[in-house]
């Protein structure tokens, strides 16, 4: 499983926020293999050499240059939005494709066009076209083939997972040659020095507004009042990638925008409930960030659109039910504790990688203030069932199985493009799968069952009141 850098920090602040005992969601270090390329696999296209190796462990090898084959799919892409379906329909330049770039939060996914290269010659100074199914990809190098590297030594880059590919060669000193020769929450990448663990930095990004277990949003409309003044760069941005990216900040936009909804039914069931004013002052507190960042959201994707977004009508029907403890629970661990946890990660992680510094300021500050909404769940649940002791076992099932229905889904085939999902400030539907997993399983599930284990054993007081229960709001 990747390890994401984003979702150790997550961990982290979790257990400091909870005061859970460190040792509680931690890692111990393995020893660092020798720098080789493991069990190498050849990546063939059209059953043609590629001239580069899948190694173990997330690394892939340049064994040679080769010119890339290029086998056009005859179904491509499949999506609601389709700007291509087949590789063929992308003429415009040499080695074309159909690229599917995920919806999400109401947005349809979509099928774009996109170009690869065929030999190094198509490539910028200081890249090397690394090549994949269908056609290869200009990426930064210093190094070639492995050829240029010496004896026993490999020209290597770590491909899907969420860091940005690079071509170098492994050294004698290497700290490691795969991600399983790293501490959990580190990935072995290409430093100064030769290959080193280090910390590894997708954006389904703020609170559902869950109604009837189901994410609700509003739809898309024209609207100028919902957008803040944001510049993002557009020089360099094709058409495809422009219209890819209106719609994934459109869809942030809409997930934003619900999730204003989602702290106000919130904030009136903390006040039914008779929780502790920091808790009601954080979820009024979180109602304003969540409606700066659906205005940011919105603002992006006019950019990128040339043209006015903004949410619509909001349907509310049903969405406020009588107030029970154990239901408001339920959602709360759901869209909060899992949601906006993923949400912080995937947003530090967008940050790390976003080359458009408008849009790296914008995800540090989206993931800082998640992060924030995060912890209030978090902090509301250990209230709650320090006040009521019956609620432990109904909050452990809530995680178990939200943490099951997402274990249980298929990962999608990785995406050589990644990285330019990254630079572009998103991620891929492999990346975005692939980092929920791993902060679930590292960051979610320890310390929630710490937590939990704490309370079921009574190893922290109980508070002087107990909340309401089984009310009516309104």
């Known amino acids: 499983m990747r390890r994401f850098h984003s979702v150790d920090v997550t961990a982290r602040w979790l257990l400091s926020a909870l005061g859970v005992a460190a040792a509680s969601c931690g890692g111990s270090s393995e020893e660092a293999a020798s720098p080789r390329c493991k069990n190498p696999q050849p990546i063939l296209v059209g059953g043609e050499d ?221 006040l039914g409930l008779g929780a502790p004013v920091e808790l009601v002052e954080a979820s009024t507190a979180a109602q304003a960030d969540e409606t700066r960042h659906a205005r940011v959201a919105f603002a992006l994707a006019s950019s990128y659109a040339g043209a006015l977004r903004g949410p619509g009508p909001l349907d509310l029907d049903g969405a406020l039910p009588p107030l029970d403890a154990e239901r408001v629970l339920c959602d709360v661990i759901r869209e909060g504790c899992i949601g906006e946890t993923l949400a912080a990660a995937e947003a530090a992680h967008a940050a790390v990688h976003a080359e458009d510094p408008v849009l790296a300021g914008v995800l540090a500050a989206i993931a800082e203030e998640e992060s924030r909404h995060a912890e209030l769940a978090w902090r509301f649940v250990r209230w709650l069932v320090r006040a009521e002791p019956r609620l432990v076992e109904p909050a452990r099932r809530a995680f178990a199985d939200a943490i099951a229905h997402v274990a249980a889904r298929p990962l999608p085939p990785p995406r050589l493009e990644a990285a330019r999902y990254r630079s572009l400030g998103a991620c891929s539907e492999r990346e975005r799968a692939e980092l929920h997993r791993d902060a679930l399983d590292r960051a979610v599930a320890p310390c929630a069952a710490a937590l939990l284990d704490l309370e079921r054993a009574g190893s922290t007081p109980r508070p002087a009141s107990s909340p309401r229960t089984d009310l009516r709001l309104g």
């Open 50 to 270: 590629t001239g580069v190796d899948q190694c173990e462990g997330g690394m892939v090898r340049r064994r040679a240059a080769v010119a890339c084959p290029y086998v056009p799919r005859a179904q491509a892409c499949s999506a609601t939005d389709q700007q291509c379906q087949a590789d063929t329909d992308c003429a415009d330049q040499p080695n074309g494709y159909c690229r599917y770039w995920p919806g999400g939060g109401g947005a349809p996914p979509t099928c774009s066009c996109a170009y690869g290269c065929s030999t190094d010659a198509d490539c910028a100074e200081g890249q090397r076209c690394l090549c994949g199914d269908p056609v290869g990809q200009c990426v930064p190098a210093d190094c070639g083939t492995s050829a240029e590297c010496g004896d026993g030594l490999e020209c290597v880059t770590p491909v899907g997972s969420c860091v940005s590919s690079r071509l170098a060669c492994q050294t004698r000193g290497d700290e490691c040659s795969s991600a399983a020769d790293c501490q959990p929450g580190m990935i072995c990448v290409p430093g100064s020095s030769g290959f080193i663990c280090a910390y590894d930095g997708c954006a389904g990004l703020g609170r559902p507004f869950l109604v009837g277990g189901l994410a609700r949003v509003a739809a898309v409309t024209e609207r100028a009042d919902f957008a803040l003044e944001c510049a993002p760069q557009l020089e360099g941005l094709t058409a495809g990638e422009r219209a890819e990216l209106d719609r994934h900040w459109t869809a942030v936009g809409l997930m934003e925008h619900a999730s204003i909804a989602a702290f106000a039914r919130f904030t009136l069931q903390l």
